[in-house]
């Protein structure tokens, strides 16, 4: 019982730095205008490569116990989902309830938990999200999905975005501690379409001259101790090519939308290289500010409701 009122002391504390945190970089009135380029990239100490190592170790760490057997691998899934329940937007008093009669197998790993999400966290900011309340929401029901993208460059969004495609991964995975969490009427009968559901995160980096490479090193780290299926490119050799023209002899630049296109396509190698049938849902996800909170469920298809135009959403056939 001490060793969890700690916990919930930890979390309060960590709640108050990320308010404070918000409201250092947005200023009393709030975020700028959308428009503005510091709404999506807000001003952050630069963190020290040896900072970055520490927190890679420390994700490292934390995926090897995940790893030393299933039953410590589930109880470290639960422990960064509860941890995962106290990060703002979620609310303080919603926080603390996720935290309520955990088992003491998971108890263990809590520390840990919070520890590695307050690092993460605290190499970043997030803007608030810009929610359009009477939204229809509501459980997806039985799915596998795969979640992608192609990053380059982006070090200043990391931080938040590693935590919310965690946050979204737990979600669609029907981690009922979670669904509790966003979705307090919740029933059993309504969790138990969720269960089956799976993930496979796939994400291909190249090109980056800044942090971004140790960054997604950490990323795929906490997934994997979530016990997340990944698939990640770090450092990708791939380069924009040059083309012959036939007629003037000449070389061009490949076209940047042909490019791009091979970039996504890498990307997604794992559903190409899948049986037919294996992913029902494919999120490819750009470097923007994504917030997966709250859900849309419209005629039998789950798409997420953003504020920004950060996803595109495939259902296959």
């Given at each position: ?11 309060t ?11 250092h970089a947005?200023g009393?009135t709030?975020?700028?205008?959308e ?14 490569s040896?900072?970055l ?21 589930s ?18 008093v ?10 003491s197998?998971?108890?263990?790993h809590?520390?840990d938990?919070?520890?590695?999400l ?22 997806p029901?039985?799915f596998?999905y ?5 990053l ?5 969004i ?27 009427n ?28 140790v ?9 994997q101790a ?5 698939h ?8 924009r ?6 007629f ?5 630049k ?8 091979a ?16 992913y029902?849902y ?6 923007g500010r ?28």
């Amino acid at each position: 019982m001490a060793q969890l009122w700690l916990y919930l002391t930890q979390v309060t504390v960590l709640s108050l730095i990320w308010s404070a945190r918000c409201s250092h970089a947005f200023g009393a009135t709030g975020p700028p205008d959308e428009d503005d380029l510091a709404f999506f990239i807000p001003q952050v100490p630069q963190p020290t490569s040896s900072h970055l190592e520490a927190i890679l170790t420390r994700a490292t760490a934390l995926r090897d116990t995940a790893k030393s057997s299933p039953a410590v691998g589930s109880a470290v899934s639960e422990a960064l989902a509860a941890a995962m329940s106290t990060v703002p937007p979620i609310s303080l008093v919603r926080g603390l309830r996720a935290l309520k009669d955990i088992p003491s197998d998971i108890q263990v790993h809590l520390p840990d938990a919070v520890e590695l999400l307050a690092a993460i966290r605290g190499l970043g900011v997030a803007p608030p999200c810009l929610e359009r309340p009477g939204a229809p929401r509501g459980p997806p029901g039985r799915f596998q999905y795969m979640i992608a993208a192609n990053l380059m460059n982006c070090e200043a969004i990391m931080p938040y975005w590693t935590l919310e495609v965690l946050r979204l991964s737990l979600l669609l995975q029907g981690n009922h501690r979670m669904l509790h969490t966003y979705f307090h009427n919740i029933t059993n009968i309504e969790m138990a379409r969720w269960e089956g559901s799976a993930v496979h995160i796939s994400v291909y980096e190249s090109g980056s001259t800044d942090n971004t490479a140790v960054l997604l090193k950490i990323a795929e780290a906490l997934w994997q101790a979530a016990g997340l299926k990944t698939h990640v490119i770090v450092n990708g050799q791939m380069q924009r090519g040059f083309l012959l023209n036939p007629f003037s002899g000449k070389y061009s630049k490949q076209h940047k939308v042909e490019y791009a296109a091979a970039l996504r396509n890498i990307a997604l190698e794992p559903l190409y290289s899948s049986p037919s049938g294996t992913y029902d849902y494919v999120l490819f996800l750009n470097d923007g500010r994504l917030r997966p909170q709250p859900y849309i469920l419209v005629r039998e298809r789950f798409c997420l409701h953003c504020t920004w135009s950060c996803v595109t959403f495939v259902a296959l056939a």
